[in-house]
T-cell receptor
C-alpha cells in the first residue's frame, strides 16, 4: 500500500496475556519507529530500527516490551503479560534514512487491556 | 535534552474565525527540524509541514500558515477562516540532526474544536 499499515486496528485482551502488533512500513523506507499514545502521557517514543543497525530500544518502558523487524521491512511489537497501564494507541511510523526526513505514521493499533 | 511545549491544551472557535496554535521548543543542536502533525478523530497522524532550522521563511499553504522565529524558539501555526473539518488535535514536534535516529519529540498537543 501507499502508507504505513498497522494491524490489528483494535485489540482487546485480558490482563496477563501476550499481544503482537504488526507494522508494514512505506516501501523503500529504511527507518521504522514505534510510538505509544496514552491518556496523560502524550506521544512517547518506544523503539527505532534503521536498516541492519542495532535498534534503539531506549524508549521501551519495561522488559515486557520487545520488537523485531524481519528482512528490513515488517515489524512486530510484542507486549508480554499485559497490564492495564499498557492500554494505549500504538503508532508505527517510517521514513527515509536521512536526518530530518519526514516521518509518516500509520493509523495505529488501539490496545485495551481488561 | 530537547523539549517541545504546546501551552494551549484546547481551543474552541466558531467557524470562519482564525486560530493560532503556539509551539515553543528547546534544543542544544544548531541543526534541527520542526514539524506539525494533525490528528483527526480517526487517529492517524497526518503530516502538515517540516521546517529546518536554517530556513526562517514563513510559509503559507492554503488556509494554513506557519511562523518560525528562531530568536524566540517558536514555530506557531495559524488556521485562517477555520472550518469544522479542522477540528482535530495538532502536534508540534522536533528532531535533532545530531541525535541518532531522527527521533521526534512531541509537544502535548492542542485540541482544536471548530463549531459551526
Amino acid at each position: 500500500g501507499a502508507g504505513v499499515s498497522q494491524s490489528p486496528s483494535n485489540k482487546v485482551t485480558e490482563k496477563g496475556k501476550d499481544v503482537e502488533l504488526r507494522c508494514d512500513p512505506i516501501s523503500g523506507h529504511t527507518a521504522l519507529y514505534w510510538y505509544r499514545q496514552s491518556l496523560g502521557q502524550g506521544l512517547e517514543f518506544l523503539i527505532y530500527f534503521q536498516g541492519n543497525s542495532a535498534p534503539d530500544k531506549s524508549g521501551l518502558p519495561s522488559d515486557r516490551f520487545s520488537a523485531e523487524r524481519t528482512g528490513g521491512s515488517v515489524s512486530t511489537l510484542t507486549i508480554q503479560r499485559t497490564q492495564q497501564e499498557d492500554s494505549a494507541v500504538y503508532l508505527c511510523a517510517s521514513s527515509p534514512p536521512t536526518s530530518g526526513n519526514t516521518i509518516y505514521f500509520g493509523e495505529g493499533s488501539w490496545l485495551t487491556v481488561v | 535534552a530537547q523539549k517541545v511545549t504546546q501551552a494551549q491544551t484546547e481551543i474552541s472557535v466558531v467557524e470562519k474565525e482564525d486560530v493560532t496554535l503556539d509551539c515553543v521548543y528547546e534544543t542544544r543542536d544548531t541543526t534541527y527540524y520542526l514539524f506539525w502533525y494533525k490528528q483527526p478523530p480517526s487517529g492517524e497522524l497526518v503530516f502538515l509541514i517540516r521546517r529546518n532550522s536554517f530556513d526562517e521563511q514563513n510559509e503559507i499553504s492554503g488556509r494554513y500558515s506557519w511562523n518560525f522565529q528562531k530568536s524566540t524558539s517558536s514555530f506557531n501555526f495559524t488556521i485562517t477562516a477555520s472550518q469544522v473539518v479542522d477540528s482535530a488535535v495538532y502536534f508540534c514536534a522536533l528532531s535533532e540532526a545530531l541525535a541518532a535516529g531522527n527521533k521526534l519529540t512531541f509537544g502535548g498537543g492542542t485540541r482544536v474544536l471548530v463549531k459551526p
